[in-house]
């Protein structure tokens, strides 16, 4: 199995000839980097941040058609969705997991609005119709105790029905760095907190690859085609080829924030709609915790800090108090995370982002810069296998896609008896477990309350190209958007931890929980919400 460490990945970006260089590392670039590299390419990756840094890792996470998308009449994409929900579920079954939802039937001074109702049962019917039944499961309409059941803070008295149907969930960073590990294993070759500053062009005028900075240096990578998955950033990428930017991308901010589970109680996910809104929100259980979300606002601040304000964290919370018997408050927030999502530009002026089309669009430059954009996470494959083709194309060559039948790693094998690493890892998990046994100490918590092992980080730096310790604390795991609190408090006993494997000295240490904290601050503070402790600096 080819290497995933990145010195190696460094090296080899600078000293050999490429067929493809991809300039982004979330799901679509490392989809792309997959896909090419079974195809026989020569493919480099680089990254400016770490795998799925952006909006990769801040998705509501799950692997789904999109009901609302039929509303929009958007019949062919939720179909295609559903589709690749099929093969996701196929290729990365210890990743993406079958999820059951609920829709409560809200009424109002106990009357139900009877458009509504039948609106929902067609929309149901639309959506199994549509590919939902792959799954294997139709939805079901059940009543008012049974829905109650599985969520039973629900107001009881605004509750007529509801309805039962099936997606799935996933955890968004780990699916990507499992497609970055299974392309390495391709061949392909990638690094992350490595950023392109200049796109290199011939006599010609033809994209002969690009300047990378990494590590305080700069360095050459030659590559005949350059592919543009940066996603927010693509139109920065564009401009280094066209001298103009633009402006294709608009830009929209989902945000997602995380409660106690004892607050909803919610065994199963659940769809809440948003009270004089067309929109709902979802409400989904994850352990220990319960994530809600996602807004969609059109955003214009800077594309590198989108962050979650008091009125995004009021919004979710007013509506999940319309709905809730048991009201939560600010207090109750313990992990939020904010996210932007590249859609193209539409056509009608004053289009709510909600409203703008989640297809994908691939083009490609006279130059040979093949620019990917637009899309969802459940479509990353199909807009991988899109452009691929054009980068074929681009080059002269023909191969057939392979990734519709391409198990992720992890995916071979049987995994451990431990349903934590077992969904994390597959078997993969192996690995962990014999780092847990050689030293008792990489067995116990690695973040106080959650579930992570000390193990884990140790394997991420060894094994999943983590060098910081946001990498570790963010991606890695996902402890801050658990618990950040938690993770503050941790944050120094985590960086001598990774330390020690990275040769991190004393002021390494200090900066990297300083940045850490500062971090959380500027995410709480952005957001409106209550102190944290007091922490001790690092000794």
């Not at 939805?139 to 008012?144: A, S």
């Not at 990507?176 to 294993?185: C, D, G, H, Y």
Request: with cysteine; hydrophobic share 40%; proline share 5%.
């Amino acid at each position: 199995m080819a290497s995933f460490d990145r010195a190696a990945a460094l090296a080899r970006l600078e000293n050999e000839e490429f067929d493809v260089l991809i300039v982004g590392g979330g799901i679509t670039g490392c989809g792309v980097a997959l896909d090419a590299a079974s195809r026989g390419l020569r493919v480099a990756l680089v990254e400016r941040d770490d795998f799925a840094s952006g909006t990769s890792s801040k998705s509501s996470k799950l692997v789904h058609g999109g009901l609302r998308y039929l509303q929009q009449r958007e019949f062919r994409l939720v179909y295609d969705a559903l589709h690749e929900r099929q093969r996701a579920l196929k290729n990365a079954p210890h990743l993406v997991r079958i999820l059951p939802f609920l829709i409560p039937v809200l009424s109002k001074d106990g009357l139900i609005n009877p458009k509504i109702a039948r609106a929902l049962g067609t929309a149901m019917w639309l959506y199994d119709l549509t590919g939902g039944a792959r799954i294997g499961k139709l939805h079901q309409r059940i009543d008012k105790e049974t829905a109650i059941a599985h969520m039973p803070t629900l107001r009881a008295p605004n509750v007529a029905a509801a309805y039962l149907y099936y997606d799935a969930q996933t955890d968004d960073a780990r699916y990507t760095l499992t497609l970055a590990r299974t392309a390495a294993s391709h061949g392909a070759v990638l690094a992350n907190h490595a950023v392109v500053t200049r796109l290199r062009k011939g006599a010609s005028g033809q994209i002969e690859g690009a300047t990378v900075a990494a590590d305080g240096r700069t360095f050459d990578i030659t590559a005949r085609v350059v592919v543009n998955a940066a996603g927010v950033f693509s139109d920065d990428v564009r401009e280094m080829d066209e001298g103009t930017h633009p402006h294709s991308i608009r830009p929209a901010k989902g945000i997602h924030i995380t409660v106690p589970w004892e607050k909803v109680r919610n065994d199963i996910a659940a769809i809440v709609p948003v009270p004089k809104d067309k929109r709902s929100i979802f409400v989904v259980p994850w352990g220990d915790f319960t994530y809600i979300g996602t807004t969609d606002t059109d955003y214009d601040g800077p594309i590198d800090d989108p962050q979650c304000t008091p009125e995004d964290v009021k919004y979710l919370l007013d509506a999940m108090n319309f709905a809730l018997a048991e009201p939560l408050t600010v207090d109750d927030v313990i992990g939020t995370w904010a996210g932007l999502r590249p859609l193209v530009t539409g056509g009608t002026v004053g289009q709510k982002t909600a409203d703008l089309s989640r297809r994908h669009k691939v083009a490609a430059s006279k130059t040979g810069l093949v620019t990917v954009t637009g899309g969802k996470l459940t479509t990353y494959r199909k807009m991988a296998e899109d452009t691929t083709d054009a980068v074929l194309k681009t080059i002269g060559r023909r191969a057939a896609c392979r990734t519709k039948n391409l198990r992720l790693m992890g995916a071979a094998g049987p995994a451990p008896d431990d349903e934590h690493l077992a969904r994390r890892y597959g078997s993969e998990a192996a690995a962990i477990l014999t780092l847990a046994d050689s030293d008792p100490d990489l067995a116990s918590p690695l973040v106080p309350g959650l579930p992570y092992r000390r193990a884990e980080a140790v394997y991420a730096v060894r094994n999943e190209m983590a060098t910081t310790l946001d990498d570790v604390l963010t991606r890695r795991t996902r402890a801050r958007l658990l618990n950040r609190e938690a993770t503050a408090g941790a944050a120094e006993s985590v960086a001598r931890l990774i330390g020690a494997e990275l040769g991190w000295d004393e002021s390494r240490i200090t900066a990297e929980v300083e940045s850490y904290r500062a971090d959380l601050e500027h995410e709480r503070t952005s957001a409106g919400l209550p102190d944290f402790p007091a922490l001790t600096p690092p000794a």
